[in-house]
């Protein structure tokens, strides 16, 4: 198991956007949107409200036509090539919607009719191992465990590709880490690769590995978590000397007082350690401060769009 | 059997608290050669984590010699850390207590002790600059 995770499907691309944009009417959800997910990882997709998340899930899972670019998943295209491509992704949609008249049994009925690589014997030992009654109505099930049957269904057809569309939003902690729990198992079990979307920063860094911060219907940042830890860098010192400090540094996010400056800062060279010539304090960022510093970001620019327009009216 | 634990809070990676949780485990004595460290499907089980995480710590841990994976057996120690017996480790801690018991005695905070232990670890390491000190 491990093997096969570690030599034949680290590096494979799972899901590849390229300039990947969808407009409704006069707005763009998404813009230029431009990805390859490597298969065998499990993918946050973080983002304020109105980002895009949803409409970048709906483009991948096939469920919309892109309004330019392209989506690929495995190679292949999820509207154009669907028998190739929708056998291997399963999409839960959020609030994981269930028939809710319908009973656990009855959904895996539906499940194995409607799916070619159905594995009935998988569904039934999870929902077991989770204690979900085969006979009681969806719709009677606790939110936690409607969540969890939406996540057996999904991860029944055998997926090669779980797409989760912020499947923890609804959940309290202890039914986020059940979920979760289940999630990774069946990671750890078939080597799937997992692309979900929250809102929710915390913890992050224990589930997922690779990260990808949408906001305002842009990709701000993509790529792998501990690659992105060890690039991004808190700088704290005396306000004058900014130009030298960010002197070959990405500033993502800068803070002044009237006599301290605190920079967040992305390089891929080595930070230079504060000494007596450059007295400034070097901190590792952590992965929240990071992903506010670039939502952040986002947002001060559009302020900045914003008055640039008023002030040209 | 060795039970790990995630500190989201201590801004170390995840995969490094496992390879330092499983270090000291080695150094303390907890894990001999020839134990099996859980399986990755165990260590979601406990802690929620990413496989890909426990799989990256542990190749960590055998890239440094001291575990070894064997395919579709496991993953077992190879080396251990403890430089010196479980007894003359019970006793230097029982020395460690007396001088604790003496230093709260004189009026001294933990603060003040961690201070004052660190900077004659410091002390002496410049002194002997030939020890295998490990910065984990």
């Not at chain 1, 501990?226 to 704290?236: A, F, K, M, P």
Request: charged residues 20%.
């Amino acid at each position: 198991m491990n093997d096969v995770l570690e030599t034949t499907s680290l590096e494979r691309v799972a899901l590849e956007t390229t300039r990947l944009s969808k407009r409704y009417g006069k707005t763009w959800a998404l813009q230029d949107c431009t990805l390859a997910l490597p298969a065998g990882r499990v993918a946050a997709l973080v983002g304020p409200n109105g980002a895009g998340k949803t409409t970048l899930l709906h483009l991948c899972a096939g469920l919309l036509e892109p309004t330019a670019g392209s989506v690929q998943v495995f190679g292949r295209s999820p509207r154009e090539q669907t028998t190739e491509t929708l056998p291997r992704l399963s999409f839960v949609a959020q609030d994981h919607p269930l028939y809710k008249d319908f009973t656990a049994a009855d959904l895996l009925t539906m499940g194995r009719k409607l799916n070619a690589r159905w594995d009935d014997a998988l569904a039934r030992t999870r929902l077991q191992s989770l204690g979900i009654p085969l006979k009681r109505p969806a719709g009677n099930l606790s939110g936690g465990q409607q969540a969890q049957m939406a996540l057996v269904l999904g991860l029944a057809k055998r997926p090669d590709l779980l797409l989760l569309d912020e499947p923890l939003a609804s959940l309290d902690p202890l039914a986020r880490r059940d979920f979760l729990r289940t999630l990774l198992d069946a990671v750890a079990e078939s080597g799937l690769t997992t692309l979900l979307s929250s809102h929710i920063i915390g913890d992050l860094e224990r589930v997922c590995d690779y990260l990808i911060i949408l906001s305002a219907s842009h990709v701000q940042l993509a790529g792998d978590i501990l690659e992105i830890t060890r690039t991004h860098w808190r700088l704290i010192g005396p306000r004058q000397e900014v130009e030298a400090v960010a002197k070959g540094q990405m500033i993502i996010e800068a803070s002044h007082t009237a006599r301290q400056t605190t920079l967040l800062v992305r390089t891929n060279t080595p930070i230079q350690e504060p000494g007596a010539a450059a007295p400034w304090a070097v901190e590792e960022a952590s992965l929240e401060d990071i992903v506010l510093a670039y939502l952040g970001q986002q947002a001060r620019e559009q302020a900045t769009e914003r008055e640039r327009l008023e002030v040209a009216q | 059997m060795i039970e790990f634990h995630l500190d989201s809070r201590s801004g170390v990676a995840p995969y490094l608290q496992i390879v330092q949780q499983v270090k000291r485990a080695l150094r303390l004595g907890l894990l001999e050669v020839g134990d099996q460290l859980p399986t990755v499907r165990e260590v979601i089980a406990q802690i929620t984590i990413n496989p890909n995480t426990v799989f990256k710590a542990y190749r960590e841990l055998e890239r440094e010699g001291l575990v070894r994976s064997r395919p579709g057996a496991g993953t077992f120690v190879q080396h251990t850390l403890t430089s010196v017996s479980l007894a003359s480790q019970a006793e230097l801690r029982e020395s460690l207590r007396r001088w604790l018991a003496g230093a709260f005695a004189a009026g001294m905070d933990s603060e003040s002790m961690l201070a004052l232990f660190l900077s004659a670890l410091q002390e002496i390491q410049q002194e002997a600059p030939k020890g295998e000190e490990e910065s984990v």
